[in-house]
C-alpha cells in the first residue's frame, strides 16, 4: 500500500479501510449507548432511595472542584500506604491521559477536519501529543502491573476476603490488557509503515518505538506488521468498546462512584450524626429495608472499591469481634442487588443469623471512625452503622449491658445508676472549693462528665485538673448536681430519643448559668457539645464556644499561667491519641505541647494523631462484654512498649479521655502489663509537673 504520509503525524484507520470504519463507529456509538443506559439504571435506582438529611450537593462547583483536587492528589490513597497512593496515581493519571488524548484525536478527526479541511494533528503538536501519551501512557501499565503483583504476586492480605471475585481480576486484567495492548498497536503500526514512509520522527513515542525494535529482534518484517495490524488494532479497538460499556454493570463503575461520592460528601459525616424526623413512628427508625438507606448511603455501597483498607484499620475487626467494615458495605450492596433481581426480602439487621447484618456485628463498632479516615472514597459507615444500631434499639435487640446504662441513664442521668446528688462528691478531697457555676459568673464552664465524677480513677483526673486550673487562677465552675451525661455514646448506640432528652436537659442547665466557653474533660462532651448539641434548638451556643481542657490548658501554659519552664520532670512517655478529640476533632497538637511542657521525654507510637488505633470504648464498647484476643487496650500497650523507638523503656503512657484511662487500666491488668508501664492522665503529669 503506498500512502503519501511524509507530514508529521500518523495515520488514522490505516489498513481499516470505509467499511470497518463504519463498523467501528457503530461499535462505539453501541458502547456508549450501553454505558449511558448503565449509568442512568445506577442514578434511576438512587432516586428510588430515600432522602438524605443533609444538603449533599449545595455549593456544587465547589464540590465538584474540591473533588477533582482531591482525586487528583490521590492524598486519601496516600494515608497510611504510600506504595497503594503512588500506584493508583499512576493509574488515575495515565488513564485520564489516555482518555483525554482519544478524545482530542476524535475531535481532530470528527469535528476539526471535516468543518476546515484541515486537521490540528500534525507537527509538534502530533510530536508533544505522542510523547505524553506515551509517557503517561507508560505510569499506566506500571501502576496495574504494580496492582497486579500486590493483588497475586505478594497476595495482600486485605485484598482478599468472601467478597473478593472474578470481577476483581477481569477488570485488573482488561485494564492491564488495554495499556500493554494500545503500545502494541503502537510497534505494529509504527514497523508497518516504515516501508512507506520515514518514520524517524516516532521516536518521540518511546515506547511504540522500544516494541518495534522488539517486533524486529523478534524477526518480524515491516510486510508481517502492515498484514497482522487490523487484526491487532481490531482486537485492541474491541476491548476498549467492551471496557465503555461493561464500566456502569461491575467494578468499574468505582471511577463514577468514587468520584460522586466525593462530590457527595459530609466533612462532619460521623462527628455529627443525623437525627430522627419528630414524627416517626418507631418502625420507621432506623433501616427496615434497603431503600430505607439514603440515596448517598446507596452510593456508598457502589463506591466501595474492596480495597480493604477500612478492614486493616479497624480495632474491632484485629480483636476478633464480628465485624468487618467493608464486609457490612458489601453486604448490603449484594442484597439491594439481590433483591432488584427478585429475590427474598429479609431485614437489614436483628439477632440470631437471619438479617442482612447480625445484631453482633454492629454491636461491635467502637465509633472510633478509624474506617471512615483510612477509606480512599469517603464511605460514611460509621452513620450507617448508627442508624443500623437505632433500629436494634427500637425492635428490643439492644445488648442487655448497654440497655443497663441506658436505663441508669434514663432514672439517674448517669451511665454508673449513682445518685445525682453523688455527682460532686469528687470535689471532696480538694483543699479549695469548686466554684458553682450556677451561683457566679464564670470564663469557664467546666462540664466534668460522668467518669471523672463517678469513677474512683478519673475523679483523680478531675481532681488534678482542678488543681492546674486553681494554679494558673482561672474563672471556672461546674454544675454539680445539674449535670447530666453528655449523650454521646447513647447516640452512638441508637438510643435517639434518650439522646434528644439529654440534650434538653443539659442545655437548660447550662444556659442557666452566665459563661464564655465551655471546656470538657472528655473528648466525647467535647464533641457532642461542639458538634451535634448545635443542631437543636434548646442550645444557644456555637461550635467555637466549646473546647476541652487540653486545648484551653495548653493556652495557659504557653502564656506563662502555670509557671512551668519545661525541665519539671524527666519521665519517658508515649501519648495515646483519643478518637473523639484527635481522628474526630483534629486536636493533636495541644496535649502533645502539654506533655513536652512538663520536660517528659515524649516518644510517639507508629499510630498516631490521625492513625491511633482505638482503645476499644467509644460506641459503648465500655459497657459491654466482649470475648477478644486481643483485647485493643491490650494491643495498643504492647505497640507502646514494643514499637515506640524507646521500646520498653516507656514509663508512662499517657491518656487524655476518662474511656481510655479506663480501658487502659483494664488493659494493662488483663495484657500482663502492670509492672511494665503506668497510665497516668495527661493532667495528673501537668499536676505534678506545676507542683514540682
Not at 181 to 192: D, K, S
Request: aromatic share 12%.
Amino acid at each position: 500500500m503506498s500512502l503519501a504520509l511524509q507530514t508529521t503525524t500518523r495515520p488514522t484507520f490505516w489498513r481499516i479501510g470505509p467499511v470497518g470504519k463504519a463498523v467501528f463507529y457503530y461499535l462505539a456509538a453501541l458502547a456508549i449507548l450501553v454505558f449511558l443506559y448503565g449509568v442512568y439504571g445506577r442514578v434511576s435506582r438512587y432516586a428510588r432511595a430515600s432522602e438524605d438529611p443533609f444538603d449533599r450537593l449545595d455549593s456544587l462547583p465547589d464540590r465538584v472542584f474540591t473533588a477533582a483536587r482531591l482525586a487528583l492528589s490521590n492524598r486519601k490513597q496516600l494515608d497510611r500506604d504510600t506504595v497503594a497512593g503512588v500506584m493508583h496515581a499512576f493509574v488515575v493519571w495515565g488513564f485520564l491521559t489516555l482518555l483525554i488524548g482519544t478524545t482530542i484525536l476524535g475531535v481532530d478527526m470528527d469535528l476539526y477536519r471535516p468543518l476546515t479541511g484541515d486537521s490540528f494533528f500534525v507537527g509538534r503538536f502530533y510530536l508533544s501529543y505522542s510523547f505524553v501519551m506515551d509517557a503517561m501512557g507508560l505510569l499506566f501499565v506500571v501502576g496495574v502491573g504494580v496492582a497486579l503483583w500486590r493483588r497475586y504476586g505478594r497476595r495482600m492480605e486485605r485484598l482478599h476476603d468472601r467478597h473478593t471475585s472474578r470481577e476483581d481480576d477481569l477488570f485488573l486484567g482488561a485494564l492491564f490488557v488495554l495499556g500493554v495492548g494500545g503500545y502494541l498497536t503502537e510497534g505494529v503500526r509504527i514497523l508497518g509503515t516504515s516501508t512507506v514512509r520515514d518514520v524517524s520522527f516516532e521516536t518521540v513515542s518511546f515506547v511504540g518505538w522500544f516494541l518495534k525494535d522488539v517486533l524486529v529482534l523478534a524477526g518480524v518484517t515491516p510486510e508481517t506488521a502492515a498484514a497482522a495490524y487490523p487484526f491487532v488494532w481490531w482486537s485492541h479497538s474491541l476491548v476498549a468498546l467492551w471496557f465503555v460499556a461493561w464500566i456502569p454493570y461491575a467494578k468499574p463503575f468505582h471511577m463514577l462512584s468514587s468520584f460522586g461520592n466525593i462530590v457527595a460528601r459530609d466533612e462532619n459525616a460521623g462527628v455529627r450524626l443525623p437525627g430522627v424526623p419528630e414524627d416517626a413512628a418507631p418502625e420507621d427508625i432506623g433501616p427496615s429495608e434497603i431503600d430505607d438507606f439514603s440515596w448517598k448511603q446507596l452510593l456508598d455501597h457502589d463506591a466501595c472499591t474492596k480495597c480493604g483498607r477500612c478492614s486493616s484499620v479497624c480495632p474491632a475487626k484485629a480483636s476478633g469481634r464480628p465485624l468487618d467494615p467493608r464486609n457490612v458495605i458489601l453486604d448490603l450492596k449484594r442484597y439491594r442487588e439481590a433483591r432488584d433481581a427478585g429475590g427474598e426480602e429479609v431485614p437489614i439487621v436483628a439477632d440470631g443469623g437471619t438479617s442482612v447484618i447480625d445484631a453482633h456485628t454492629m454491636e461491635s463498632c467502637m465509633s472510633c471512625m478509624a474506617c471512615m479516615d483510612a477509606c480512599p472514597v469517603d464511605i460514611e459507615h460509621v452513620t450507617q452503622f448508627t442508624e443500623m444500631n437505632r433500629r436494634l434499639t427500637e425492635s428490643g435487640e439492644m445488648d442487655e449491658h448497654v440497655q443497663d446504662a441506658m436505663m441508669n441513664v434514663f432514672q439517674h442521668g448517669n451511665t454508673f445508676g449513682d445518685p445525682e446528688r453523688r455527682r460532686p462528691d469528687w470535689t471532696d478531697d480538694l483543699d479549695f472549693d469548686v466554684p458553682d457555676a450556677r451561683d457566679q459568673s464564670v470564663e469557664y464552664l467546666w462540664y466534668v462528665g460522668d467518669y471523672p465524677s463517678y469513677d474512683e480513677r478519673n475523679q483523680r483526673v478531675a481532681r488534678a485538673l482542678a488543681r492546674v486550673f486553681e494554679a494558673a487562677d482561672v474563672e471556672y465552675g461546674i454544675l454539680y448536681e445539674a449535670e447530666q451525661t453528655d449523650g454521646n455514646d447513647v447516640r452512638r448506640v441508637g438510643e435517639e430519643g434518650l439522646y434528644e432528652m439529654l440534650v434538653e436537659d443539659n442545655a437548660a442547665a447550662i444556659q442557666d448559668c452566665e459563661f464564655e466557653s465551655i471546656v470538657t474533660t472528655d473528648p466525647h462532651s467535647f464533641n457532642t457539645f461542639r458538634n451535634e448539641y448545635p443542631e437543636f434548638e434548646a442550645c444557644e451556643w456555637d461550635a467555637d464556644d466549646v473546647f476541652h481542657y487540653t486545648q484551653v490548658v495548653a493556652d495557659l501554659a504557653e502564656s506563662g499561667a502555670l509557671g512551668l519552664s519545661g525541665d519539671e520532670l524527666d519521665y519517658t512517655v508515649t501519648y495515646h491519641d483519643p478518637c473523639h478529640l484527635g481522628r474526630y476533632n483534629d486536636v493533636f497538637e495541644a496535649p502533645r505541647a502539654l506533655v513536652d511542657a512538663t520536660g517528659c521525654d515524649r516518644y510517639e507510637m507508629p499510630r498516631n494523631r490521625a492513625d491511633s488505633f482505638c482503645c476499644g470504648g467509644g460506641g459503648g464498647g465500655l459497657w459491654m462484654d466482649f470475648d477478644e484476643e486481643p483485647k485493643p487496650s491490650e494491643e495498643r500497650l504492647r505497640e507502646a512498649l514494643e514499637d515506640t523507638d524507646a521500646g520498653d523503656r516507656v514509663e508512662k503512657f499517657v491518656v487524655a479521655c476518662p474511656m481510655c484511662m479506663t480501658m487502659y487500666e483494664d488493659g494493662r491488668k488483663t495484657g500482663g502489663y502492670e509492672d511494665d508501664v503506668e497510665i497516668v492522665g495527661l493532667t495528673e503529669l501537668l499536676a505534678e509537673a506545676v507542683a514540682a
